[in-house]
Every structure is written in C-alpha cells, then in structure tokens.
T-cell receptor, first 115, second 112 residues
Framework: EAGVVQSPRYKIIEKKQPVAFWCNPI?????LYWYLQNLGQGPELLIR????????DSQLPKDRFSAERLKGVDSTLKIQPAELGDSAVYLC?????????????FGPGTRLTVL | GDSVTQMEGPVTLSEEAFLTINCTYT??????LFWYVQYPGEGLQLLLK?????DKGSNKGFEATYRKETTSFHLEKGSVQVSDSAVYFC???????????FGTGTRLTIIP
C-alpha cells in the first residue's frame, strides 16, 4: 500500500514569494491533515479536512495561508506571500475516518526555507 | 485546551540500558494517547497507542500504560538497541478535537 505522498520534498524561496505544497493521502482515507513542524518542536495542526470540507482551520493564518482539497482526495497548501518565519517542515497526514483513536499516517514532509 | 508535556532531551544511553521517557497530558474528557517515532531521514510513524484508561500499548519491545489517575503515558523499553536512536513524540487526540496534540519530542541516542 502506498503511503502519503508529498511534493516537493524541499523548497527554497525568497521572502514575499508564493509557494505551494501538494499532498496525496492514502487511498480511501477520508480525513486529511496539514501540520507545521518548527525545528525542535512537535507538529501543530494547520487544517483538517473531512472529505472536501475543512472542519478545523482555526490555526491556519488565513491572511497568507490557504488550502484546498478538491474532490476530497489530493490537497494543496499555499502560502502567499511567504515570510522568513514560515521556514519549517510542512507535514501532511491522513486517517481512515478521523476518529480520536485512529492512527494518522504521515508523509515525509516538505522542508521550506525562506530567505 | 489539550496539552502534552514531554521529558526534555536529548537522552543518551548505552546499548541494553533501560529506557523511560516521561509524558504527562492535560485534556478535557478522555483522550486517546500515542507515541510516534521519527527515525533519521524518515517520516513520523506510530509506535504504539492506548485509547482508554489502564490500556497498555506495546510494539517493538516498547510499552506505555494509560494512567488516568496521574495523567501519564510514559514510554519504556527494557533493553534498547542502537537502532532505537530516533526522536520520540508523545501525543493525544480527543473526541471533538480530533487532531494530534504533540509534545516537543525527545531525541534518543543509543551508543554501542
């Protein structure tokens, strides 16, 4: 079974430029998560989707971040414009039904460096 | 809100030593508790979990018991190996707040 796929793996951009990250969850998984992981910290949720609906986006900085999950499968996370403080690892995860006890499966992450 | 407090690292042990990584939590209701591990160059993966009080999660020789009275979920292993070197994250998820809330992680290094 294929795992969660993310691309790109690494991205270096100048500040104020836009950037987009793509995630393909495990087939059949209805719930998709985007997490932000700063160096030396645990991941923190940015947004959670149930199928194509964003059910928790309370931690997403909506002035510069946006996300979509068209057709309830792949998802894209965008930052425009990027700031120096956005340098971090962006993780995508998926789970079968989004229940509290469900295992979340993580992708390898996209490491973003903003110069 | 939900939070996880994890033992500060890094932790360095000799091979075959006993390991304990402490984890305590604060949550409304009865959360599910997890230990995730990140091996060098790899993504986060589930190590073990427990979904109700007094449950014991176990995998690869690691164990953790859900202690409601002390709000703890300490990770233990009787004899560590060099291959256990990784970063370990304690996490929780609650009904009505079905995201993972992570601790800061503990970097474990095992020396031969």
């Amino acid at each position: 079974e294929a795992g969660v796929v993310q691309s790109p793996r690494y991205k270096i951009i100048e500040k104020k430029q836009p950037v987009a990250f793509w995630c393909n969850p495990i087939s059949g998984h209805n719930t998709l998560y985007w997490y932000l992981q700063n160096l030396g910290q645990g991941p923190e949720l940015l947004i959670r989707y149930e199928n194509e609906e964003a059910v928790d986006d309370s931690q997403l900085p909506k002035d510069r971040f946006s996300a979509e999950r068209l057709k309830g499968v792949d998802s894209t996370l965008k930052i425009q414009p990027a700031e120096l403080g956005d340098s971090a690892v962006y993780l995508c995860a998926s789970s079968l039904a989004g229940l509290a006890g469900d295992e979340q499966f993580f992708g390898p992450g996209t490491r973003l460096t903003v110069l | 809100g939900d939070s996880v407090t994890q033992m500060e690292g890094p932790v360095t042990l000799s091979e075959e030593a006993f390991l304990t990584i402490n984890c305590t939590y604060t949550a409304t209701g009865y959360p599910s508790l997890f230990w995730y591990v990140q091996y060098p160059g790899e993504g986060l993966q589930l190590l073990l979990k427990a979904t109700k009080a007094d449950d014991k999660g176990s995998n690869k020789g690691f164990e953790a018991t859900y202690r409601k009275e002390t709000t703890s979920f300490h990770l233990e292993k009787g004899s560590v190996q060099v291959s256990d070197s990784a970063v370990y994250f304690c996490a929780l998820s609650s009904v009505g707040n079905e995201k993972l809330t992570f601790g800061t992680g503990t970097r474990l290094t095992i020396i031969p």
